[in-house]
């Protein structure tokens, strides 16, 4: 297990629960080199295999990654359909090689808007895995943080309307459950590569606590040192939570 140091060397802090991670960069990584934009989401999905299997070694419980957002439509259908083929490939590789990997997967997003072959093996990926105790990852697919707020409030406007609910009952705690994330402690730790210094929708109910890395290397070309750098600043950090 990686050990992260505080302030005195013999002082080993063990990693956050739950890291997530805005995988950015791909576009500009394949730009640099002169390659189509498909060829920097492949090379970022190698590096997502890379990481969540660093997480999974060093402890970490919970792995969230964006992989496509609900404004990722905007692109054009090529590049949309060069990141759906990808996900397609990996999700098929990832139910093969669960039994080796004991990743559990979790899809955060609505998916009634992709095809229904990745539909299929996105719930299969997740009903399959969820015997695994590794990591658990978190795929955020068709996600926006703001739709994920407005569909739980729908759910608990009609649980209201249907009298089984009282809106006084309603609390933070009891408003996490109408959220993908229902039972995911909150991310302690968001890491953001590629130099841009935005939470683009991601996670806002989760993360208001949580500690932002802003990195300036490119997705692509994030490496398992990298995360090291990240958690070891997360351990830098002071976090109050409002207090002193
Ligand atoms: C952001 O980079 C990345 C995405 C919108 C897609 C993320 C997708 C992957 C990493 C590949 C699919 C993942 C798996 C695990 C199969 P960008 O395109 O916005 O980069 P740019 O800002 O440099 O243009």
């Given at each position: 297990m990686a050990l992260f140091q505080k302030k005195k060397k013999s002082e080993a802090l063990p990693p956050p629960r739950h890291i997530a991670i805005i995988m950015d960069g791909n576009g500009r990584w394949a730009k640099k080199r002169g390659l189509p934009r498909r060829a920097g989401h492949a090379a970022g999905a190698e590096t997502f295999r890379t990481i969540a299997n660093y997480c999974r070694s060093i402890g970490v419980e919970y792995l969230t990654v964006?992989?496509?957002?609900?404004?990722?439509?905007?692109?054009?259908q090529e590049e949309i359909s060069g990141i759906m083929e990808l996900l397609k490939r990996y999700l098929k590789e990832a139910i093969a090689d669960m039994e080796k990997n004991h990743v559990r997967f979790v899809f955060f997003g609505d998916?009634?808007?992709?095809s229904p072959e990745l539909q299929t093996l996105a719930r299969d990926a997740a009903e399959r895995s969820?015997?695994?105790?590794g990591v658990q990852v978190n795929f955020c697919l068709n996600y926006g943080g703001r739709d994920e707020i407005v569909q739980g409030a729908q759910r608990f406007a009609s649980e209201v309307a249907a009298g089984?609910?009282?809106?006084?009952?309603?609390t933070e705690a009891l408003f996490s459950?109408?959220?993908?994330?229902?039972?995911v402690p909150d991310p302690e730790l968001v890491i953001r590569p590629s130099g841009e210094l935005r939470t683009s929708n991601f996670l806002p109910w989760q993360s208001a606590y949580s500690e932002y890395v802003f990195m300036d290397v490119l997705w692509p070309d994030f490496k398992t040192k990298d995360l090291d750098e990240a958690i070891a600043q997360f351990h830098r950090r002071n976090r109050r939570f409002g207090g002193r």
């Open positions: 964006y992989a496509f957002s609900t404004e990722n439509w905007k692109r054009s998916l009634s808007r992709l969820k015997v695994y105790q089984k609910r009282k809106p006084e009952e309603l459950d109408y959220l993908y994330s229902a039972g």
